[in-house]
Nanobody, 116 residues
Framework: VQLQASGGGLAQAGGSLRLSCTASGRTFSAEAMGWFREPPGKGRDSVAVIDSNSSYTYYADSVKGRFTITRDNAENAVYLHMNNLKPEDTAVYFC??????????WGRGTLVTVSS
């Protein structure tokens, strides 16, 4: 099973980026998927989570109103639309998929750098 994240890069404060994560080797259509991030020198925190049929989403307080998580089960993919980026959003972003209620599958991460 592989989760391949892409779309990271350098953005200016106030700008936008869209992260994509495509899964292979297993379908996640019946499982929650999410995005997590690790700022430089800090631990990994949850950013956004979406349930299997997109009826429920969770966002960390720090990104509410700025980030949107979506998924396309036909493509076995999850996306993170990031708007009004701030320097504190600088981090390595990881996508993840659940199995039996646990975050079992992780992508390698994609770096997002936001300059002020």
């Amino acid at each position: 099973v592989q989760l391949q994240a892409s779309g990271g890069g350098l953005a200016q404060a106030g700008g936008s980026l869209r992260l994509s994560c495509t899964a292979s080797g297993r379908t996640f259509s019946a499982e929650a998927m999410g995005w997590f991030r690790e700022p430089p020198g800090k631990g990994r925190d949850s950013v956004a989570v979406i349930d299997s049929n997109s009826s429920y989403t969770y966002y960390a307080d720090s990104v509410k109103g700025r980030f949107t998580i979506t998924r396309d089960n036909a493509e076995n993919a999850v996306y993170l639309h990031m708007n009004n980026l701030k320097p504190e959003d600088t981090a390595v972003y990881f996508c993840a998929g659940q199995a039996m209620g646990s975050w079992k599958y992780w992508g390698r991460g994609t770096l997002v750098t936001v300059s002020s």
